[in-house]
């Protein structure tokens, strides 16, 4: 059974850093494109960063400030952000799609199968 956990979430100030983990079981990591997507209350669903075979995307948002990266051997995603702005304040949330070994053309929550239940960051000004 797929199951994906966040952690690493907090509260920090603007400019602050934090590294956000993503532990998966019931999967590899490496076999499935793997996202981080984040949310703020009145606000659809936003792509961050994902990765699949060693190549990592980013939102324009995230571009320069945030690395995804994955760790086989703890079957971890992991998300380091830096130089946090009071915009980046969300719920993140990371996702795969199981369906298919290769990342879609997009970057839609819809095109994720499995979820986390999400870690909370808060930055403040």
């Known amino acids: 059974q797929v199951h994906l956990a966040e952690s690493g979430g907090g509260s920090v100030q603007a400019g602050g850093s934090l590294r956000l983990s993503c532990t998966a079981s019931?999967?590899?990591?490496?076999?499935?494109?793997m996202a981080w997507f984040r949310q703020a209350p009145g606000k659809e669903r936003e792509g961050v960063a994902r990765?699949?075979?060693?190549?990592?995307e980013y939102a324009d948002s995230a571009k320069g400030r945030f690395t995804v990266s994955r760790d086989s051997a703890t079957n971890t995603m992991y998300l380091q952000m830096n130089s946090l702005k009071p915009d980046d304040t969300s719920m993140y949330y990371c996702?795969?799609?199981?369906?298919?070994?290769?990342?879609?053309?997009?970057?839609?929550?819809?095109?994720?199968?499995?979820w986390g239940q999400g870690t909370q960051v808060t930055v403040s000004s």
């Open positions: 996702a795969t799609d199981t369906r298919s070994y290769e990342c879609s053309d997009g970057f839609r929550p819809s095109q994720y199968n499995s």
């Open positions: 019931g999967f590899r990591v490496t076999m499935f494109c």
């Open positions: 990765i699949h075979r060693g190549v990592p």
